[in-house]
């Protein structure tokens, strides 16, 4: 796959050389490299642990969260906008975080819990996706589905079987007719002056997405029932540290609406706390394990607690007091200087609260 190779060479380049995070030139160039690159890829023969096929899915993730950074950079869309106020130009970029979850599944990994991660990794990105069309309003029919499903996982109620098997007919159908359509108006993209048709090409694409989203977002749901019960290899204590140490925290790059909510919801952002408050702790007393081995070899914890080690301040006032009760002349006098100055100064007299 001779061309394969070269565009995953030529979007590379393409992610190095787009310093500019607010040229939305760059960012359609960019994505649209990328969006060739899956096309190819979905397109290829090679088997799907192949190594030029996951460099080119490890390649296309990297562009896409470049776009995604970009686009919330533009600040393309904005949380008071309406479907019909979409710019034609950034409405294709709504479907980021859906292709990203696709990609993050093709990952191959012999790890099982490695794996577990990018499922749990797409599903957020094919959540966001679907939530985002429904706030705008978006394929109201196709996303009926989804909001059932919501609903579902809410009351615990499970859908009657044959009711979905005819739902599921009726979306594989439907989907088939948006690839139709999709391949119909895909020319107009060439003519800028029919922005109607383009128009028209990105809101047929997006809903052909939503249907993949719903699709994926069902088989993702069942492969972490399988990856749970799945036996996992059973790991040493230090090969399971080694992992913890190791391992990245999730962090999907979500397109944001405004600045305040990319730093209080936007994931992927340094708001994204990165360790558990379990994790905290373990570290912290890791840590002061670590620095008592260094510094109190031989001893232990509990003799270090007892011997007074890190309480500085209850142990200079322990030994204040021994002084005094041996009538040690300095400490008698700091002591009385001491009882002066409280006379002289009553708790609270230096705090007047602004009344003279």
Not at 177 to 204: D, G, M, Q, S
Not at 254 to 265: A, D, P, Y
Request: charged share 35%.
């Amino acid at each position: 796959m001779a061309e394969l190779s070269l565009v995953v060479e030529s979007l590379k380049r393409l992610i190095v050389e787009s310093d500019d995070e607010r040229n939305d030139t760059e960012l359609s160039k960019l994505f649209d490299s990328c969006l060739r690159l899956l096309e190819l890829m979905e397109d290829s023969n090679l088997p799907s642990n192949d190594n030029e096929l996951q460099e080119g899915v490890h390649v296309c993730i990297k562009g896409l969260e470049k776009c995604t950074f970009m686009v919330n950079e533009l600040g393309l869309f904005s949380s008071n906008e309406t479907a019909d106020e979409l710019q034609t130009s950034s409405i294709k970029y709504l479907i980021l975080p859906a292709v990203l979850g696709c990609l993050n599944l093709s990952f191959q990994s012999i790890d099982l819990s490695e794996r577990k991660e990018y499922v749990e990794k797409a599903e957020i990105y094919f959540r966001d996706f679907l939530l985002r069309c429904a706030n705008y309003e978006l394929c109201e029919t196709s996303l009926r589905y989804f909001k059932e499903i919501l609903d579902s996982e809410t009351t615990q109620k499970k859908p009657d079987p044959q009711s979905l098997r005819e739902k599921k007919i009726q979306q594989y159908r439907h989907k088939k007719e948006l690839e139709e359509r999709e391949k119909t108006l895909r020319p107009a993209l060439e003519r800028p002056e029919c922005e109607e048709n383009i128009r028209e090409y990105y809101f047929v694409l997006l809903e052909k997405w939503i249907l993949i989203s719903i699709e994926e977002l069902e088989n993702s749901k069942r492969e972490k029932e399988i990856l749970q019960n799945f036996p996992m290899k059973e790991m040493s204590r230090n090969d399971k540290q080694k992992r913890k140490s190791d391992a990245k925290p999730l962090k999907p790059f979500i397109i944001t609406k405004n600045e305040v909510q990319k730093k209080v919801f936007g994931l992927g952002y340094p708001s994204v706390p990165v360790l558990t408050i379990d994790d905290f702790y373990r570290q912290r007393f890791e840590k002061m394990v670590q620095e008592h081995k260094q510094n109190n070899t031989g001893q232990s914890l509990q003799d270090a607690a007892f011997s007074g080690r890190g309480f500085d301040k209850e142990s200079e006032d322990i030994q204040k007091e021994e002084l005094l009760d041996k009538d040690d002349p300095n400490e008698l006098i700091k002591a009385r200087q001491w009882d002066d100055w409280k006379d002289d100064n009553p708790r609270g007299s230096g705090n007047r609260m602004n009344k003279g």
